[in-house]
């Protein structure tokens, strides 16, 4: 390499860093406020007062062989994040065996009980030797906390409904009800489902949609549901798919791309949609995974503003934005 390819690099790099300390950009390193990248993969975020909370897998290359961890951050932009704690750090709960799976934490606020309350997908070998699958259990399992970055403890795991369920996601109404969305393949499908008042169970099925689709992430915008999941293509990426209705009970149009199929959502994964609600606009945020599953640790984000309205939705090719979380309002520069 010559010494002046050399120079371009090393400043490309620092303007990249600078660029991204104001910014989000998708599919770049996130560094938190200690300088290592954000481990929350597959998260979710709950707003508390004027404080923004990203939960996820946290998969650093330090953790130790046998745990699992839930990575736990805090920002007021979205964009700066304050790693705060490793909510979980567990072995294997509930006699599951060392081959466990622990996937896409979500956590909710319970104002009547005041506990935090985590879902996540909980999986592992059925068979008693550890063989097989690693994902023949298909369970939620359910975590409580008394604080929202404190160390959560694991209350009991089940499958909800009584049906098998893998990738899991959150939904909060905009009346505060709480929903846990979760595929389940027999039913060839997905369903959202009420959560007890309570939230430590999974109350009443609200809607099964028949699709084949995971990585479920739902809206309420503009008096639409619009929901996204992906196909089910293991770690790979592909074409991420939307449908709307005007209640949750649906009936859900059709299902269609949320951007160019030939692009597979660029290299994402849907996990949750974030609203911003500001004081000139309301801003829907695309919250993917872009999974490294040889390198988990080094998974990224692509996290994109959507276009959203009248039923429509599409996900922007990604490019380096910013958000002014006062008036909700997103940039492209
Ligand atoms: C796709 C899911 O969305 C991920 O959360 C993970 O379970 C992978 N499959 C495992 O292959």
């Known amino acids: 390499m010559t010494r002046n390819l050399v120079v371009v690099l090393l400043l490309g790099g620092a303007l990249m860093q600078q660029t991204c300390a104001a910014m989000v950009c998708p599919g770049e390193i996130w560094p938190d406020d200690h300088g290592k990248h954000v481990?929350?993969?597959?998260?979710?975020?709950?707003?508390l007062g004027d404080t923004y909370y990203w939960f996820g897998e946290y998969r650093s290359q330090e953790n130790v062989r046998g745990k699992r961890y839930v990575g736990c951050y805090a920002s007021k932009d979205l964009v700066n994040w304050q790693f705060r704690n490793e909510v979980i750090k567990s072995d294997a709960p509930f006699g599951i065996g060392p081959r466990w799976v622990l996937e896409r934490p979500k956590v909710f606020y319970n104002k009547k009980t005041k506990k935090f309350v985590m879902y996540m997908h909980l999986d592992g070998p059925t068979n008693p030797d550890g063989g097989g699958s690693g994902y023949a259990l298909a369970q939620v399992g359910v975590?409580?906390?008394?604080?929202v970055d404190g160390d959560y403890t694991f209350v009991h795991n089940f499958r909800p409904l009584g049906q098998e369920s893998r990738d899991i996601g959150q939904f909060i109404d905009d009346d505060g009800s709480a929903y846990l969305i979760f595929e389940s393949r027999p039913t060839k499908g997905f369903f959202i489902a009420k959560l007890s008042e309570d939230y430590l169970d999974v109350e009443k099925e609200v809607c099964f949609i028949r699709a084949p689709l995971e990585g479920g992430a739902l809206v309420h915008y503009d008096g639409l549901y619009y929901l996204i999941g992906s196909y089910m293509t293991g770690w790979a990426p592909n074409a991420?798919?939307?449908?709307?209705?005007?209640?949750l009970e649906g009936p859900w149009s059709k299902f269609k791309d949320i951007a160019l199929p030939e692009a597979?959502?660029?290299?994402?994964?849907?996990?949750?949609?974030?609203?911003?609600?500001?004081?000139?606009?309301?801003?829907v945020i695309f919250m993917g995974d872009i999974w490294k599953p040889?390198?988990?640790w080094d998974s990224r984000y692509l996290w994109m503003p959507l276009?959203?309205?009248?039923?429509?939705?599409?996900?922007?090719?990604?490019?380096?934005?910013?958000?002014?979380?006062?008036t909700g309002e997103t940039s492209i520069p």
């Open 294 to 296: 040889r390198t988990q």
């Open 240 to 247: 991420n798919q939307y449908a709307t209705a005007s209640r």
């Open 143 to 147: 975590a409580t906390c008394d604080t």
């Open 307 to 326: 276009e959203i309205g009248g039923g429509k939705l599409w996900l922007p090719e990604p490019k380096p934005w910013t958000i002014d979380i006062q």
């Open 39 to 47: 481990q929350a993969h597959g998260g979710d975020i709950l707003k």
């Open 264 to 283: 597979k959502t660029y290299g994402s994964q849907s996990s949750m949609l974030v609203k911003v609600v500001g004081s000139k606009k309301t801003s």
